[in-house]
């Protein structure tokens, strides 16, 4: 069974937006945190948001901060990224993941992540 499916992903042109969606089953949603983390040719992989499932605070890589959003909707088990302001530099494969283990606020360490999504590759033009 399926425990996390990302979508949305696709190619756009420089400065257009993309919405990524994470759909979880129940029993991995009722973990306290989830985030999204890339991998691009070449690079290490890295966390770009992540949320508390709690209260919704959420933590932003540099890089992407006050152009990404993040955000939940509980009663769907399901979270989202909103991409604004796209920059080739973003392209890459994007992953949803959960912790296994609850955390005392929304973290963007990798360790922390047992369960994993397929990805969902996002290319970004010009």
Request: hydrophobic content about 35%; glycine content about 10%; some cysteine.
């Amino acid at each position: 069974q399926v425990q996390l499916v990302e979508s949305g992903g696709g190619s756009v042109q420089a400065g257009g937006s993309l919405r990524l969606s994470c759909e979880a089953s129940g029993w991995i949603y009722s973990s306290n945190c989830l985030g999204w983390f890339r991998l691009a040719p070449g690079k290490e992989r890295e966390g770009v948001a992540a949320i508390f499932t709690r209260d919704g605070s959420a933590v932003y890589a540099d890089s992407v901060k006050g152009r990404f959003a993040i955000s939940r909707d509980n009663a769907k088990n399901t979270v989202y990224l909103e991409m604004n302001n796209l920059k080739p530099e973003d392209t890459a494969m994007y992953y949803c993941a959960a912790v296994n283990r609850s955390v005392v606020a929304p973290t963007l360490e990798v360790t922390r992540f047992r369960y994993w999504g397929q990805g969902t590759q996002v290319t970004v033009s010009s």
